[in-house]
């Protein structure tokens, strides 16, 4: 038995390299280089015994992840600088669905640009065991800004219907390997645009609405999306109703369909509800909103005010991109008192504003680690209940995007020297999708003083997660009490620490 689990653990990591992290120093900070020969994995978890720990690590200097045991009670703990208290690991609040990132076109550009022994690295690093197991996929339906150009999947005429090159390429078979992986991962689908001639601009790009005698056009066509989707083994978990619906109303010529509020409920009860819940699709989770919090209130006040629509309705997703300016409190105008919603995070990047001077990729930022860190932090205190990340890869100028709207990933492909670099927000996001995992329930907690950010949560295997960060040049000591049983452990300067407890 014991060489049967010494063998699992050594396969992998003679496969795809030792936990620590290859680190490159970069021009904002530090990276993890994967290339043929070597790429960090996660250290596997312990199966605790009662009262034991395992800290999972990630500091600035040293991105990656570390691992280290022990178990409580410790001894007298005075000089914690903060102490984290659970009274009951019973008090629970939402319930996660999950974490996880886009399979846009271009990240599957950049994956197949890598040699094949590069490229199933990179999935590993996601998906696999000891990876960081992404358990949540977006998938567009059809182009977005990134691919290499603008495409629907026909013209007016539905039985011209058919995958594009983009999808037999880029993301059917890579999705499939990741589901290879996990078969669990829960995938949701998104449109951006529909056919140029059924739009009031008759253009992809151009915003416009779509025309009236579109809309069960339009729904059957996303029955036809799942069907095409089915047929190649991929089945999805959730549909959104639209990609940033209120974008055309800022003429950002990105592929897009805009609706006004009101329209929007309409194309929700009248037609994409009825035709997916009267369909062998019955069961797809209705996402609405898949949009920022800034235009939230109209959410509230149109859609979910009216019961035919909110009756389609399973959740709510929210994208980051004004959480610099609307404050986290705003998304209680996504609850409704009449139906549980669930809220998700459903899109985020950084290096967006370049307006602003900001760089698309900035190359082992810890500050855009931290960013996506506070954010979800931020969005999970608000009844958030998971997160997706926008492109799983971009390239070094954070493309390829067919309108230059280049941002920044958490894995960067460097294609000529067949390797990618994960950066902070990598580590980030696996501190959340691998260890708060589908199912786990937040719990509520509380701390002495605001000198670190903590969230706590109980998986369904009832180990208690309590994650941690610090964004202070210095180590600190931090006390954990739950129900009642302490003890003290040490958390590095700038890192973020994922604290897994059997009671
Ligand atoms: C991969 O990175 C490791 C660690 O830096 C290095 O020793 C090795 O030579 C690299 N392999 C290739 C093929 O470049
Ligand atoms: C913990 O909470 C559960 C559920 O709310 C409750 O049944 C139980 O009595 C609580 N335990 C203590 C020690 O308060
Ligand atoms: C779908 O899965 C079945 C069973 O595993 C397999 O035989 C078939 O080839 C797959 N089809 C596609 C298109 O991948
Ligand atoms: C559901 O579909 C059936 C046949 O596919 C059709 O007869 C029926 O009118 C549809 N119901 C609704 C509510 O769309
Ligand atoms: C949080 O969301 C869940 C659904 O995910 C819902 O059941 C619950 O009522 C919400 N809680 C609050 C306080 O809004
Ligand atoms: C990407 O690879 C090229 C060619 O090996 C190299 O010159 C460049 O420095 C690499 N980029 C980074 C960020 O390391
Ligand atoms: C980390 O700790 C330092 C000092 O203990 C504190 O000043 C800083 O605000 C903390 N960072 C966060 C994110 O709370």
Redesign the pocket.
């Known amino acids: 038995m014991l060489l049967f689990y010494a063998i699992l653990f050594i396969i992998p990591s003679l496969i795809y390299g030792q936990y620590e992290c290859n680190v490159r120093e970069t021009e904002y900070g530090r990276v993890c280089v994967c290339n043929s020969t070597y790429c960090d994995i996660v250290p596997p978890l312990e199966t605790l015994l009662s009262g034991h720990y395992q800290l999972y690590s990630t500091s600035k200097s040293s991105p990656g992840f570390s691992s280290v045991t022990g178990s409580f009670p410790t001894e007298s703990s005075s000089s914690a600088?903060?102490t984290i208290t659970v009274g009951n690991v019973s008090d629970t609040l939402q319930t996660i669905i999950g974490f996880g990132g886009a399979f846009t076109d271009s990240f599957g550009i950049n994956l197949l640009s890598l040699p094949d022994d590069v490229q199933q690295k990179l999935l590993y690093s996601y998906f696999g065991q000891n990876g960081i197991q992404y358990n949540l996929g977006r998938v567009p339906i059809g182009g977005t800004d990134f691919s290499t150009r603008p495409y629907t999947y026909s013209d007016d005429d539905l039985d011209t219907f058919e995958l594009q090159s983009e999808d037999y390429s880029y993301k059917i078979p890579v999705i499939q390997k990741a589901l290879g992986f996990n078969s669990n991962i829960r995938l949701f689908a998104s449109p951006w645009s529909s056919p140029a001639s059924t739009k009031t601009s008759n253009s992809i790009t151009i915003s416009g609405e779509l025309k009236d005698e579109y809309s069960q056009w339009w729904a059957d066509y996303h029955i036809k999306f799942l069907k095409a989707y089915e047929e190649n083994n991929i089945t999805f978990w959730g549909l959104t109703t639209q990609n940033e619906a209120f974008d055309g109303f800022l003429s950002v010529n990105i592929p897009n369909i805009k609706y006004t509020a009101a329209r929007m409920v309409t194309w929700i009860k009248d037609f994409l509800g009825p035709t997916i819940r009267n369909s062998s699709y019955s069961d797809l989770k209705i996402i609405t909103h898949d949009d920022n919090r800034a235009v939230l209130p109209y959410l509230n006040w149109f859609v979910l005010s009216d019961d035919d629509a909110l009756n389609y309705i399973d959740g709510i997703g929210l994208h980051w991109y004004s959480d610099i300016l609307i404050p986290p409190s705003s998304i209680e105008f996504a609850k409704s008192d009449k139906k549980d919603l669930f809220i998700l995070g459903t899109e985020a990047c950084n290096g967006y504003i370049r307006i602003l001077g900001i760089h698309a990729v900035e190359l082992g930022s810890w500050l855009r680690g931290m960013n996506y860190l506070?954010n979800i932090l931020d969005d999970l205190s608000y009844n958030v209940t998971g997160w997706t990340d926008w492109n799983l890869a971009l390239d070094e100028s954070g493309g390829p995007t067919y309108i230059d709207n280049n941002v920044d990933a958490p894995i960067i492909v460097n294609s000529s020297s067949g390797e990618f670099y994960k950066q902070p927000m990598f580590y980030v996001m696996g501190h959340f999708s691998k260890f708060v995992v589908p199912d786990s329930a937040r719990v509520v907690s509380s701390a002495s003083n605001?000198?670190?950010?903590s969230m706590v949560f109980k998986r369904p295997d009832g180990k208690i997660v309590v994650t941690i960060?610090?964004?202070?040049a210095?180590d600190?000591t931090v006390e954990i009490d739950i129900e009642g049983v302490s003890g003290v452990i040490n958390i590095a300067?700038h890192s973020v620490n994922t604290f897994l407890y059997k009671a």
Do not use: H
């Open positions: 600088t903060v506070n605001d000198k670190v950010k960060s610090n964004a202070s210095n600190i300067g």
